[in-house]
């Protein structure tokens, strides 16, 4: 299971903001991550509608993190770019899914899906940006 290459480039892209401090254009922030500005912009705005960055126009405009470091984890910026992580889609709010075999309650699988996907979003939720801007991804 992997995350989508947009969702790799927003944390990448929270990151480099995170690490820099200040506020940045979208053409650096671009060109530093090795995105094309068209797609970098997409991601901007997932990032700004989700509350993870202010974005600012005008001549001194560009993108900073809304809120502190330490308050955006990757937990976060997953969620706001391709939505909740689930191992599986027979896993949904409150485990109600859409099961592959088209029954309805819970099986074996789902149950352990569920414990999986539980677990690695804790573990998302526990890796912040200041803890990866200084080294530590909490190991």
């Known amino acids: 299971m992997h995350?989508?290459?947009?969702?790799?480039?927003?944390?990448?892209i929270v990151y480099c903001l995170a690490k820099s401090g200040t506020r940045r254009d979208a053409r650096s922030i671009s060109e530093e991550m090795c995105v094309t500005l068209r797609f970098s912009l997409k991601i901007l705005g997932k990032?700004?509608?989700?509350?993870?960055?202010?974005?600012?126009?005008?001549?001194r405009g560009g993108y900073e993190l809304a809120r502190d470091a330490r308050e955006i984890t990757m937990k976060d910026v997953i969620e706001a770019v391709q939505g909740p992580y689930r191992l599986s889609r027979c896993i949904g709010e409150e485990g109600a899914g859409e099961c592959n075999r088209g029954v309805s309650?819970?099986?074996?699988?789902?149950?352990?899906?569920?414990?999986?996907?539980?677990?690695?979003?804790?573990?998302?939720?526990?890796?912040?940006?200041r803890?990866?801007?200084q080294g530590s991804s909490g190991q």
């Open 47 to 59: 990032l700004v509608s989700s509350g993870i960055l202010e974005s600012y126009k005008g001549n």
């Open 105 to 129: 309650g819970c099986c074996a699988f789902q149950a352990v899906f569920q414990r999986i996907s539980d677990d690695i979003n804790r573990e998302l939720n526990a890796v912040d940006f």
């Open 3 to 12: 995350i989508t290459q947009e969702t790799d480039y927003a944390l990448r």
């Open 131 to 133: 803890m990866l801007t």
